[in-house]
Each structure stands twice: as structure tokens, then as C-alpha cells.
């Protein structure tokens, strides 16, 4: 959060690291020092790591055949109004369309999830369940065509689901999904998000600066 009395920064991104948390089946991270300033003249780093790791965005085409990487999402989708929806006292596991009726939720919208998944993101063992989006919630966003959504996990559908029915639905109508969000001191309500996903052509998704601000 920043100093400034009129206006916060929440910085919503997690921190890359070796022995971070990964999706199960991901390379971990390895991040080297290969010279110093001390010895070499200068100072180098070597990152070795996942382009889902940490908070990240997904590209079309991590799970759209034919479907746009990560340098080709339209950059107004990746910057301006969005709300943080409180779904922590949620008592079922999927999120489905009557927890979002509560939201003023239309066309191009950006909308993330805070669920309380963001507890299991600094552990080191990956959860045996954690909430997630329905295929059902997924197409309720896609008919209101929104720009985002997030989500604090490091995957926004449940863990090996069957064809990936919620990705797919998101992506294929190029709804932009961000996960491994830190909400965990942001409050609920309606910020300014910039997210910064690297710009690699044509990879299937990238980590990200994220951050969002409140006037």
C-alpha cells in the first residue's frame, strides 16, 4: 500500500522465489545468481521458471486450439475499472451464477474473486481442494461479456476437471483470466487494476505485476 493519503496501491502479486508453491507437475523455480559485483563487475541473474507461475494471466491458446498468446490480448482489457467480490463466507467449493447476482457485473467488467484461497498461496503443499469457478459461473460472465476475472489460487477451475470446461469457456470468448492473486489485506470493492503480463510472443500465458488502486 502506498504513502500517499489520497490514494492506495494494493500490490496484488506474489513475490517469485526459489521453493515457491507451482501447479503440481510444474518445473519449480530456480533463480541463480550466475556473476556478482563484487567478483565479476557486475551483477547477473538466471530465472528458470513456469510462464504459470506465481500470479499470472492466461493466453487463448494455453487451452484454445489456434488461440492468441499472451502478446496479442487487447491492453484495455489489462488496465482500468474492476471490483473485488467477497466470497470468503461461501459454504460450497464451486462458485456458480447466484453468488455473482449480487454484483453489478456487465459488459466489460473486470471482476476478481476473493475466496480466501490466497492462504494455501505461501504454503508448500499444494491443497487437496480449494474454491473454484463452475462451468456454470463461467458462462454467467461470459454472457455478460466482461474483459477479466482473477482469482486468488494458482488455477481458477477445480483440479484435474474433466476437459477443462471452465478455461476453455473463458478463454475461447476472450475473457482474460488472471490467477495466483494476493487479496488478502485488499478489501472489498471497486479499484483501478493494472496487470502486466510479459509481453513473450505467442507463449501460453506469462507471470504479472499486478496492482490496484484506490482513490
Not at 54 to 62: E, K, M, S, Y
Not at 83 to 110: C, F, M, Q, W, Y
Not at 131 to 157: N, Q, R
Amino acid at each position: 500500500m502506498s504513502d500517499n493519503e489520497k490514494v492506495k496501491i494494493y500490490d496484488v502479486s506474489l513475490p517469485i522465489k526459489n521453493n515457491m508453491l507451482v501447479w503440481p507437475g510444474d518445473p519449480a523455480v530456480s533463480i541463480k545468481q550466475i556473476s556478482s559485483v563484487e567478483k565479476q563487475g557486475v551483477g547477473k541473474s538466471e530465472f528458470f521458471f513456469s510462464g504459470h507461475t506465481g500470479t499470472h494471466v492466461d493466453a487463448p491458446n494455453h487451452f484454445v486450439e489456434n488461440g492468441a498468446g499472451i502478446d496479442k490480448i487487447r491492453l484495455e482489457k489489462l488496465y482500468g475499472a474492476c471490483e473485488v467480490l467477497d466470497l470468503t463466507k461461501i459454504k460450497h467449493k464451486e462458485i456458480i451464477p447466484s453468488d455473482l447476482k449480487t454484483a453489478n457485473i456487465g459488459k466489460g467488467s473486470r471482476i476478481l474473486f476473493k475466496t480466501g484461497n490466497y492462504k494455501y498461496l505461501f504454503g508448500s503443499k499444494f491443497p487437496k481442494s480449494y474454491v473454484s469457478l463452475s462451468k456454470e459461473g463461467a458462462e454467467y460472465l461470459v454472457k455478460k461479456k466482461i474483459y477479466m476475472v482473477g482469482t486468488d489460487f494458482l488455477g481458477i477451475e477445480k483440479r484435474k476437471n474433466p476437459g477443462h470446461p471452465v478455461h476453455k469457456t473463458l478463454l475461447k470468448n476472450g475473457i482474460v483470466n488472471v490467477e495466483g492473486l494476493d487479496l488478502s489485506n485488499v478489501p472489498a470493492g471497486k479499484y483501478i487494476i493494472a496487470c502486466m503480463p510479459l509481453r513473450v510472443v505467442d507463449a501460453d500465458g506469462s507471470p504479472a505485476r499486478v496492482f490496484l488502486i484506490k482513490e
